[in-house]
C-alpha cells in the first residue's frame, strides 16, 4: 500500500513539473494584475515553443521525434478564441454567449 502511495506521488509530481512551462513566459505584470489578452498568452506559447520547430505537436531532439506536451490542445484553444476577441487589443469579451446571441438577434432584426 505504500508503495502505490509512493508511486501516486512520484507521477503527481513528474506531471507537475512538466506541464505548461511556456507559462512562465506570461508577462508577469500583467498576469499578476489580472489583465492578461489573448495576444499576451499567444506570445508566450510561440516563445516558448519557437527554438523547437514544432511541426503538427511534435519535434525532435537528439534525431528523436517527440510529443510537444499541451501544444495540440493550446492550438484548439487559440482557434476557439481568435474569432471572439477584440482584434485591436486582444482582450477576451465582458459580455456571456447569451448576451451576444442576444445582440446578434437585434441586429438581424433591424433593417
Not at 507537475?16 to 505584470?29: E, F
Not at 510529443?67 to 471572439?84: I, L
Amino acid at each position: 500500500m505504500k508503495r502505490i502511495g509512493l508511486l501516486f506521488a512520484a507521477l503527481l509530481f513528474t506531471g507537475a513539473t512538466i506541464a505548461q512551462q511556456w507559462q512562465d513566459k506570461l508577462p508577469k505584470d500583467k498576469l499578476e494584475s489580472g489583465n492578461l489578452t489573448f495576444y499576451d498568452i499567444q506570445k508566450a506559447f510561440n516563445d516558448y515553443w519557437q527554438p523547437y520547430h514544432v511541426k503538427n505537436g511534435w519535434y525532435q531532439l537528439n534525431g528523436q521525434d517527440l510529443k510537444a506536451p499541451g501544444w495540440k490542445q493550446f492550438r484548439r484553444w487559440e482557434w476557439y478564441w481568435q474569432k471572439r476577441i477584440v482584434k485591436e487589443t486582444g482582450e477576451f469579451p465582458n459580455t456571456t454567449a447569451w448576451e451576444e446571441f442576444q445582440k446578434q438577434m437585434k441586429q438581424a432584426d433591424s433593417p
